[in-house]
C-alpha cells in the first residue's frame, strides 16, 4: 500500500463530500450493451466494502456519483449502495457539484472529486482534492492532486475511502474488530 504524505493526509481530513465518475472510475469503462438496449457494467467488491466502511465510520461524509450517460444499472447501484446524491446525463459536472456544495452548504475546499477524462477536468481543478485513476488520461492525471495506485473499476473509489478513514484515525480502529 503507498505511504500517504501528511499534506494528503490533512487535506483529506477535512473532506465532506466525495464524488465520483462512473465509468472509468468505479467501473473499468467498459459497456455490455445488450439487445433491448439494457447496459450491464462491472463493479468491485472491495469498492462496495470501501462504501461501508465510509458510512459506518465516517457517516458525515456523504457521496456524489455524477455521471455523464444514464443507466438504470446505476441507479439500482446507487440505491443498494445509499449514495446520497446521484446525478446522470451530466454535461457540466462542475455545475453539478456546486449544485451539490450548495444544498450542503460546503465549500470547494470540502469536496474530494475523482475522475478520468477530459469531461471530469473542471471538477478535478476545482475540487479541495482531486483523485484519477492509474490509467486516467494524461490531462487528469496533470491536474489531479493525487494518481490512484489503481485503474479505473480495480478499487480507486476503495482507496479513497481507505484514504479519509486513515486521516481521520479510524482505520486502525477498523483493522483491531
Not at 491536474?143 to 495506485?149: A, C, E, R, T, W
Amino acid at each position: 500500500m503507498k505511504k500517504y504524505t501528511k499534506q494528503l493526509l490533512n487535506a483529506a481530513s477535512k473532506i465532506k463530500l466525495i464524488a465520483t465518475d462512473i465509468d472509468g472510475v468505479m467501473t473499468a469503462g467498459e459497456i455490455i450493451l445488450l439487445e433491448n438496449g439494457e447496459e450491464i457494467k462491472i463493479w468491485n467488491v472491495k469498492d462496495r466494502l470501501g462504501m461501508h466502511l465510509l458510512k459506518e465510520y465516517l457517516p458525515d461524509v456523504k457521496v456524489a456519483w455524477i455521471t455523464g450517460r444514464k443507466s438504470k444499472q446505476v441507479e439500482i447501484r446507487a440505491k443498494e449502495q445509499k449514495v446520497d446524491f446521484l446525478v446522470q446525463e451530466c454535461k457540466d459536472k462542475i455545475k453539478s457539484l456546486i449544485n451539490i456544495a450548495n444544498k450542503m452548504s460546503i465549500g470547494m475546499s470540502e469536496i474530494l472529486y475523482i475522475g478520468d477524462d477530459i469531461i471530469d477536468l473542471c471538477a478535478l481543478k476545482k475540487a479541495g482534492l482531486s483523485v484519477c485513476p492509474k490509467d486516467a488520461v494524461v490531462e487528469a492525471k496533470k491536474v489531479s492532486k493525487y494518481i490512484s495506485q489503481y485503474d479505473g473499476g480495480k478499487g480507486v473509489f476503495r482507496e479513497v475511502c481507505e484514504l479519509l478513514l486513515k486521516a481521520n484515525k479510524k482505520w486502525d480502529e477498523i483493522l483491531s474488530k
